[in-house]
């Protein structure tokens, strides 16, 4: 089962910018055909952010963070990135990496038996 590490959240101002990071290991190209992130505010449901194919890149994103949000990949490093610019109160949640050797890619598919990441807060203050 590979492993997911995220990095890169914290407390930041509205309007602000902050870089999430993903990395998985160990290598296994089966197991993160798709790749992506959700996030959880509290009493919510988690919900798809971004995703991302990581054979060819092709990126998805949720209507809200369309825009705004860029996810994007290191193939080298093993390694996906979520850029969030403008970023807005209601975005503050905890934020989750997930993959998965699946197809198709898509939010559901990726969420029903992905692995995840430990998740890295993200607060945004008005």
């Known amino acids: 089962q590979v492993q997911l590490v995220e990095s890169g959240g914290g407390s930041v101002q509205a309007g602000d910018s902050l870089r999430l990071s993903c990395t998985a290991s160990p290598r296994n190209y089966y197991s993160t055909t798709c790749m992506g992130w959700f996030r959880q505010a509290p009493g919510k449901e988690r919900e798809g952010v971004a995703r991302i194919l990581t054979a060819d890149g092709t990126t998805n994103y949720a209507g809200s963070v369309k825009g705004r949000f860029t996810v994007s990949q290191n193939k080298v490093k093993d390694t996906i990135y979520l850029e969030m610019n403008d970023l807005k109160p209601a975005d503050t949640a905890i934020y989750y990496c997930?993959?998965?050797?699946?197809?198709?890619?898509?939010?559901?598919?990726?969420?029903?038996?992905?692995?995840w990441g430990q998740g890295t807060q993200v607060t945004v203050s008005s």
């Open positions: 997930a993959a998965r050797g699946i197809w198709p890619c898509t939010f559901s598919t990726l969420k029903d038996g992905g692995a």
